[in-house]
């Protein structure tokens, strides 16, 4: 019987639901962690995974989970030093291919977009795409049955102006490392489960692992933006470092162009 579900602090409730309603999508395609596990959560925001994951290991783990915006990283500290029993370590910094310091769009209505690859400049197109990816989850019953009767292009409307919130963004400047120099300084000698999800730097953070600590991972699962352009190069790295991997995107998830990749050592 695994442990009750933690109540998280949070930054906006609606997105703690929302992402605990993602959890369980990690956990298929052959992902499984067992007692003991050490698991990395790259891109943790306030730590809903990592929650879920200690909730079914009933706290029997060790969790290393990374966010480098400093509301979000402030919130899963809180909650480490909460709920975690000194299990979950919280890095105020995020992954890439090398140490940098990169600036970070935050939206605080939405935090769970706030990413290195979002601005100004682009946050229209998001707005859109995340415009679609919702009102997808509507017509699939996401809101209940009343909802999926609402024709679609007034969906659309309703939800585009509710995402005009995307507009305010604050900008903060991160630190980013390599996730071997990571490990090196952690000591950390195996990762049962990589879970990687930051809104667009996926690939980044698969270049920062060294070939020495490739064996070291047993399983990831990283869910990839821009899906069209930068599936086929996620699943090649896997694929040439010895994993099984398999893929999934749901109708959401098409409309939002994001997709999982799943690997684990065969």
């Known amino acids: 019987m695994a442990m009750r579900a933690i109540d998280l602090h949070s930054i906006n ?43 079914r290991l009933d706290g029997d783990v060790r969790i290393y989970a990374f966010e480098p915006m400093p509301p979000l990283h402030a919130t899963l500290e809180r909650n480490a030093r909460e709920f975690f029993n000194g299990r979950l370590t919280a890095l105020p910094y995020g992954l890439a291919s090398r140490d940098d310091e990169l600036d970070f769009s935050y939206i605080p209505a939405a935090t769970i977009f706030s990413s290195s690859s979002r601005d100004q400049g682009n946050i229209e197109d998001e707005r859109r795409r ?66 990687v999800d930051v809104e667009g730097a996926e690939l980044e953070v698969l270049r920062g692992i060294e070939e020495r600590h490739w064996p070291l991972v047993r399983q990831a699962v990283v869910e990839v933006e821009g899906w069209q352009q930068n599936r086929d190069t996620v ?14 995107q749901n109708s959401v998830q098409r409309a939002g162009d994001i997709g999982m990749v799943f690997a684990v050592r065969p």
């Open 13 to 55: 409730r609606w997105e703690a639901s929302f992402l605990r309603e993602e959890v369980d999508g990690y956990f298929t395609h052959g992902i499984e962690c067992t007692p003991g596990a050490t698991v990395l959560d790259v891109g943790a925001n306030i730590g809903v995974f990592s929650a879920a994951v200690y909730e």
């Open 130 to 195: 995340v415009t679609a990816s919702v009102v997808e989850g509507i017509r699939q019953g996401g809101l209940g049955p009343a909802l999926r009767r609402v024709p679609a292009s007034i969906l659309t409307f309703l939800i585009g102006r509710k995402l005009r919130v995307l507009r305010q963004l604050e900008t903060h400047r991160v630190k980013v490392r390599p996730l071997s120099s990571v490990l090196d300084e952690q000591g950390i000698d195996h990762i049962d489960l990589l879970k």
């Open 235 to 248: 699943c090649e790295v896997l694929l040439t470092h010895g994993f099984k991997v398999s893929t999934e």
